[in-house]
């Protein structure tokens, strides 16, 4: 029996028809006619000394020999994909994957990426709105920016960035009616789920305790995203308690009302995440140093608020 690894192309064509439990679908795949496909599959079982298949009138089944490699070579050809869009992103300094939470994403960086856009024509920017974990070093993401505590894995490049506060907010409208200590008791009240996680927890409860005021019937309207109850209040659904990052324009431009200077710290922050020691790439490096000044103009406006502690349950 041979010791030396067959050909690529035939382990590729083994693996293709044990995915598939078919030739012709494996051939299909591979972009070969059936027969080429069977050829690379007799030569390897040549190399081997044995079947791998055994060939029905209709159907192929894999032997225990191709039992035995079909994990292997599966895996294997797995790994190579990953290690070759590792590479090819090394040598890629004009294109550029960042994820981020939906509600930073549609809020925060879509409207002001014609700013990177004008500084860095050269870079094709993709971003990928969502929540999920990515693993940064066998993806095809560049860049996530994460709200949360942290911290991230020793493999991660992580930079936190724009800490977080949380204040009542509503529409102009409802402010006139409701913005006051009294007023707060009767405002619809919006809750977010996004939020939860944080400890201590920065709700409605905790804004009342801190703000000295007596509880009331914490009933309202739920979202699971904080765009969404932002939505809810910008129509005058409710008061919102506001996240300073994403409410910074929304105020600016008078569309939303903070009737009160305390805000409720989050003690979380936002983080720019990416695999260790690809914060040097030059597309990277560019959109690193644009977010960190577009959030530092954000982070100015914290003084209009006194940002205190949430009360420990």
């Known amino acids: 029996m041979a010791d030396r ?20 679908r494996a051939a299909g795949e591979l972009h070969v006619t059936p027969a080429a496909l069977s050829f690379q599959i007799k030569s390897l079982e ?23 490699l079909a994990p292997g070579a599966r895996d294997g050809f797995e ?33 002001r990426l014609y700013s990177f856009a004008q500084a860095h024509p050269e870079i ?34 992580s930079e936190p960035f724009l800490q977080e506060w949380a204040t009542p907010m509503m529409s102009p409208a409802l402010a006139a009616e409701f913005g006051t200590g009294e007023g707060m008791a ?24 801190q703000a000295g005021l007596p509880e009331r019937n914490w009933t309202g309207q739920r979202f699971s995203q904080a765009d969404h109850a932002l939505d809810a209040a910008l129509s005058g659904a409710g008061a919102v308690l506001g ?7 929304m105020l ?17 922050h936002y983080r720019f995440i990416c695999a260790k020691g690809a914060e040097s790439r030059p597309q990277i490096a560019a959109f690193r ?9 954000i982070s100015a406006h914290d003084r209009d608020f006194d940002i205190v502690e949430p009360p420990r349950s």
């Open 186 to 209: 009767e405002v619809p009240l919006i809750h977010q789920d996004d939020i939860r996680f944080l400890s201590p927890a920065v709700d409605w409860p905790a804004w009342f305790a």
């Open 79 to 111: 790994m190579l994909e990953v290690a070759w869009r590792a590479a090819r992103r090394i040598t890629d300094h004009m294109s550029l994957t960042v994820t981020a939470g939906p509600a930073f994403t549609a809020i925060l960086l879509a409207p």
């Open 289 to 297: 140093e644009w977010i960190m000044a577009e959030t530092a103009m």
């Open 46 to 68: 040549e190399h081997l000394g044995a079947p791998l298949f055994h060939r029905l009138n209709r159907a192929v089944e894999l032997t225990e020999a191709g039992r035995a």
């Open 124 to 157: 094709e920017l993709r971003l990928s709105a969502g929540l999920s974990l990515v693993e940064l070093t066998h993806s095809d993401v560049d860049v996530a920016i994460r709200f949360g505590y942290g911290p991230d894995g020793p493999e991660l490049f």
């Open 243 to 249: 996240r300073g990052s994403l409410t910074n324009r």
């Open 5 to 24: 690894l067959p050909p690529l192309t035939a382990l590729r064509a083994f693996e293709a028809a044990a995915r598939h439990m078919s030739f012709q």
């Open 252 to 268: 600016r431009e008078g569309r939303l009302v903070a009737p009160f200077r305390m805000a409720l710290a989050t003690g979380a």
